[in-house]
C-alpha cells in the first residue's frame, strides 16, 4: 500500500516533515510511505497554463498524486489558515482531480499548547471540496509538538506515537475499505 506524505511546510527543521518520516518509521514497512517532493517546485497556480499541457513540475504533482493509494498530509498553521504553498499545490489539482475520491489522512501539528484548529479546519474543507475520502480517524492533531520529538525527530512522546499509528492504522483501513467498493 503506497501513501505519499505530503508535508506543508518547507522549513528545514519543520515538526510537519519530519512526523511525516516519524510515520515512515512507525509504519515500519506495513505500509509505503513515500514523502513527497517539497512544493515550492510547482509554480504559481495560473489557470491560463492548466491545459493538456501543464508545466512540468504540475505533471509530476499529479503523478504523484495519482500513483498513491492515499495522501498523508501534515501542516502547520500560519495566520489562522494553511500555507500558501499547500494550497497553490492544491490549486493545481481542483480541474484534474487526481484526489477525487482518494483516502486522505490528515496531520496538523503545533508547537503552541492551543494547536492549529483553524489551519486544520480550512485543510478538511479544501479536501472535501476535492471530494476525498477522510473520516475522523485519519485526523490527528498534535499540539505541542516541539516537546513531542527530539532532535533527530522522533516521536519521545508515547501518547503521540499511539495517535500517530492509529492514524495510520485507520488510513491504511480506510485504503482497504474503498478497494472493496
Known amino acids: 500500500m ?4 505530503v508535508s506543508g511546510s518547507l522549513r528545514k527543521g519543520s515538526t510537519n ?4 518520516l516519524a510515520a515512515q518509521k512507525i509504519a515500519n514497512g506495513s505500509l509505503q510511505i513515500q514523502l513527497a517532493d ?3 517546485r510547482i509554480p504559481h497556480f495560473n489557470p491560463d497554463l492548466d491545459t493538456d499541457t501543464p508545466p512540468e513540475e504540475v505533471k509530476k504533482w499529479r503523478t504523484e498524486l495519482k500513483e498513491a493509494d492515499a495522501i498523508l498530509f501534515s501542516s502547520p498553521e500560519y495566520a489562522f489558515a494553511i500555507p500558501g504553498v499547500l ?3 492544491l490549486d493545481w489539482i481542483v480541474s484534474s482531480a487526481e484526489l477525487y475520491g482518494k483516502p486522505v489522512g490528515l496531520i496538523n501539528a503545533s508547537p503552541s499548547y492551543a494547536g492549529a484548529s483553524k489551519a486544520q479546519e480550512a485543510l478538511i474543507h479544501l479536501l472535501n471540496v476535492l471530494t476525498v475520502k477522510i473520516n475522523d480517524g485519519c485526523v490527528l492533531s ?5 516537546k513531542k520529538l527530539d532532535a533527530n525527530g522522533n516521536v519521545i512522546d508515547s ?3 499511539t495517535e500517530l499509528m492509529n492514524c495510520l492504522e ?3 483501513a480506510l485504503v482497504l475499505e474503498s478497494s472493496e467498493n
Not at 2 to 5: C, R, V
Not at 142 to 146: G, R
Request: charged share 25%.
Open 17 to 20: 516533515t519530519a512526523l511525516l
Open 38 to 40: 517539497p512544493l515550492d
Open 159 to 161: 501518547k503521540t506515537e
Open 2 to 5: 503506497k501513501i505519499l506524505a
Open 142 to 146: 498534535i499540539a505541542s509538538v516541539n
Open 170 to 172: 485507520n488510513l491504511k
Open 87 to 89: 494550497k497553490n499545490a
